[in-house]
């Protein structure tokens, strides 16, 4: 029987005053996935580890069936490798923002969220041109804000983030609860790594002086925009993980990193390309780029349903509501999902439906947090008959499991 995994990024939530005291999968109208969740099992999920708020790269390593504690090396690579960056034999690669600073303190992780790609090609190509590094390097900008710097040749991984609201706890990023905005410097978190980490310390300097006097970010303030005038490293990696391979799997994602993970678990990559950012408001472009990606992923079903025995699906767009704090917009989200994907789910026969998150992205903290997801199992005999809820979720009969559980126990893959 085919089976659609469907993992709907920060999607989890608490209760919100803006939506009197519910969240936003209790507020949403969503009348098609409640169907599945009635017509199915529920329980709750801990991605990684009780006390861990993970990110995105070791929760969805951990979901799709791999053990976060064992073979993860760092979400730099992954993101890197799904990029399509020929990393080589000797490398470190690090996901990196464009940010705003102002003296010492960062005000803005990601540029007020509004960084064209335009704007992003040109700030990456004249870091490319104008840095010298003791290294070859290549830095890349991906999508938004984001980036990935690779640094080539032997380096150590055990760094400090530059970033300030992720800590670097083995070769995991963990959200910190309330991370201090002051900016640090790389540190080595071994004697070996003092040299990378001075590498790394003179990128963002010499990134920064650049940044700092470039025409996009003139014109940014010239405009009342934040400028893009630093960048932020985090999550180092020199290694790509080895990963048991996965029969008959197909993966629907957009973004490097679910990309990265996905071709390093042997699944056939069916890539939604999103379109360029040109709007400065953020959720113009996000409601289109949602509605791409849904549109891309029923075709993507349609067309290779007879072709793979299951489907990983990854919706990004649930997270971003939840990182600027407006849970009305998680809440719109939630039903726009509901309306054009769910009910083409339903016009299916004889499958097998999972739907989680990677972890909670609760709009009152502005953050990922440690707080377990919910998880829908349509098609596996029992029903609980309950609507798709944090709340109801606790109450299921899968009780709470563990994030590499879940495909292990539910379809033995």
């Not at 990456?124 to 003791?134: F, G, R, T, V, W």
């Not at 699944?267 to 959720?283: E, T």
């Not at 996000?286 to 509605?291: E, F, I």
Request: aromatic share 8%; proline share 5%.
């Amino acid at each position: 029987m085919k089976t659609v995994f469907v993992i709907m990024d920060g999607a989890a939530d608490l209760p919100s005053k803006e939506l009197n005291g519910k969240t936003p999968f209790e507020a949403a109208k969503k009348p098609n996935l409640d169907y599945f969740s009635m017509n199915s099992q529920l329980g709750l999920v801990q991605t990684v580890a009780k006390d861990i708020a993970p990110e995105s790269d070791v929760a969805v390593f951990a979901l799709l069936g791999y053990d976060p504690f064992g073979s993860f090396s760092g979400r730099g690579p992954l993101e890197a490798f799904g990029a399509g960056i020929n990393l080589g034999k000797n490398f470190l690669a690090l996901r990196t923002n464009f940010a705003t600073a102002k003296g010492n303190m960062i005000i803005e992780r990601r540029a007020g969220r509004n960084l064209t790609t335009d704007e992003a090609n040109k700030l990456a190509k004249e870091i490319n041109k104008k840095i010298k590094l003791k290294c070859r390097f290549l830095f890349k900008n991906t999508f938004e804000h984001r980036g990935i710097l690779v640094l080539y040749g032997k380096f150590s991984s055990n760094i400090s983030n530059i970033d300030p609201a992720y800590s670097k706890e083995g070769s995991f990023g963990v959200a910190k609860e309330n991370p201090d905005l002051t900016l640090p410097e790389c540190i080595p978190l071994e004697k070996k790594a003092s040299d990378t980490a001075d590498i790394v310390n003179d990128f963002v300097k010499q990134s920064r002086n650049i940044l700092a006097n470039h025409q996009v970010n003139r014109k940014r303030i010239g405009s009342g925009l934040l400028p893009a005038n630093i960048i932020l490293p985090r999550d180092a990696g020199n290694m790509l993980p080895k990963l048991k391979k996965k029969k008959k799997w197909a993966a629907i994602v957009g973004m490097p990193l679910e990309k990265g993970i996905a071709e390093l678990a042997g699944m056939k990559v069916l890539q939604v390309k999103l379109p360029k950012i040109k709007s400065r408001n953020i959720y113009e472009h996000l409601y289109k780029s949602l509605d791409a990606y849904l549109s891309r992923a029923l075709k993507y079903l349609r067309f290779n349903w007879n072709k793979y025995d299951n489907f990983y699906i990854h919706i990004k767009e649930t997270d971003i509501p939840g990182h600027d704090g407006l849970p009305l917009e998680k809440k719109k989200i939630m039903e726009m999902i509901d309306k054009r994907f769910f009910s083409e789910l339903r016009k299916l026969k004889e499958f097998r439906l999972i739907v989680t998150s990677d972890h909670s992205t609760p709009c009152e903290l502005k953050r990922h947090s440690s707080h377990p997801v919910p998880l829908l199992a349509y098609g596996f005999g029992k029903r609980d008959g309950l609507e798709f809820t944090e709340n109801n979720a606790s109450k299921g009969s899968l009780g709470m499991m563990k994030g590499k559980n879940v495909l292990k126990f539910l379809i033995k893959s």
